[in-house]
């Protein structure tokens, strides 16, 4: 896997929450990811085509997604409702978008499906490559996230 391929998504998903979720995330130490079990509670997966294929997906702890959702919408949310699982369909729509835009100034063209979510304590998240998935968590004041990329060129 290269890192070429997986820098612009965990960069695009630092930028999307720092701009729109006024958050500050701290990475953690990446590692290769040997299961299908979601590092949070709720979490969107995105599949990704053309010069690369594979897909993306974000885990969100449940206070984590509740802070960024009360912060973009400024109403106090504590629980996985459906607005909150609308709102991590569109954050994970936005990373990839972003990192396609990062990726495109490379020369690498890429697609995107649909996001989909998926919510629920210990729930699977099954990534359409066959190769290795690389997860990055980051830490920040009210939780933790995780993006995993499983990508190949």
């Known amino acids: 896997m290269d890192v070429k391929l997986i820098n612009p998504f965990l960069e695009a998903g630092v930028s999307v929450l720092k701009t729109m979720a006024m958050i ?18 709720v979490s969107g997966i995105i599949g990704i085509t053309g010069d690369a294929q594979g897909s993306m997906s974000i885990s969100f702890s449940t206070s984590c997604i509740a802070t960024i959702v009360t912060n973009l919408f400024g109403s106090a949310v504590t629980e996985i409702n459906d607005e909150v699982k609308d709102a991590v369909g569109e954050l994970t729509n936005m990373i990839c978008g972003d990192a396609r835009r990062r990726l495109e100034s490379a020369g690498i063209s890429l697609q995107a499906g649909t996001p989909t979510v998926i ?4 729930h699977s998240i099954k990534h359409i490559n066959k190769g290795p ?8 004041p009210n939780g933790t996230f995780v993006i995993e990329i499983a990508v190949s060129g």
């Open 24 to 41: 500050e995330p701290t990475p953690g130490r990446p590692f290769l990811k040997t299961d299908q079990s979601a590092k949070g509670d």
């Open 119 to 122: 919510s629920g304590t210990n």
């Open 133 to 140: 998935c690389i997860a990055m968590p980051f830490e920040t």
